[in-house]
């Protein structure tokens, strides 16, 4: 259990630190930016209790919002997916997964999964942080497109850091 603790901690830092001081430094872009700190609330275990999700949900986007001094967009925006990842996981997961506490990852659900999983979360985050951002909804189809792209992008990035961080035996 304190491995488990000790392992989320870590995984905690190390999204945060690549999100603010490196991918935020290196991508400057209006149009695309990816996020991959919300990877932290993808990967925990499903069987982790809806208050504990919500917490830490709050907890690595007020990270990044005191990081990069913005009003709580972020962690606005990693609130809503976690209270709708335990929908999202009901719909799409059996009893079985729930009571085996599996980790929602590429390792336990595969790649197929994992994508659909990932994007549907992500769309949501960015959504939420992109109109909070812009506060109006004259420019709805600009940020659609800023959404949907970006969200693209953090899939992209995201699928990547799960297979660099997977075991070398346990890829596929």
């Keep these: 259990m304190y491995r488990d603790i000790i392992y989320q901690a870590l995984r905690f830092v190390f999204l945060v630190i690549l999100q603010v001081f490196v991918i935020n430094q290196m991508l400057q872009y209006n149009l695309i930016n990816p996020f991959v700190y919300p990877l932290f609330i993808l990967l925990l275990p499903v069987n982790t209790s809806f208050f504990l ?16 001094f913005t009003s709580g967009i972020h962690a606005s925006a990693t609130v809503f997916m976690g209270f709708i990842r335990i929908y999202f996981l009901k719909a ?16 336990d659900k595969g790649l197929a999964w994992f994508s659909v999983y990932a994007i549907v979360l992500l769309f949501a985050h960015h959504l939420v942080l992109y109109f909070l951002e812009v506060n109006t909804f004259r420019e709805f189809f600009f940020t659609i497109l800023k959404t949907s792209l970006s969200a693209l992008a953090s899939l992209l990035l995201v699928i990547l850091i799960e297979y660099l961080l997977m075991p070398t035996s346990k890829k596929q």
Excluded: H, W, Y
């Design 53 to 68: 999700v919500l917490l830490l949900s709050f907890a690595v986007g007020i990270t990044v919002d005191l990081l990069q």
């Design 92 to 107: 799409s997961l059996s009893k079985e997964n729930f009571e085996k506490n599996i980790k929602p990852d590429i390792r």
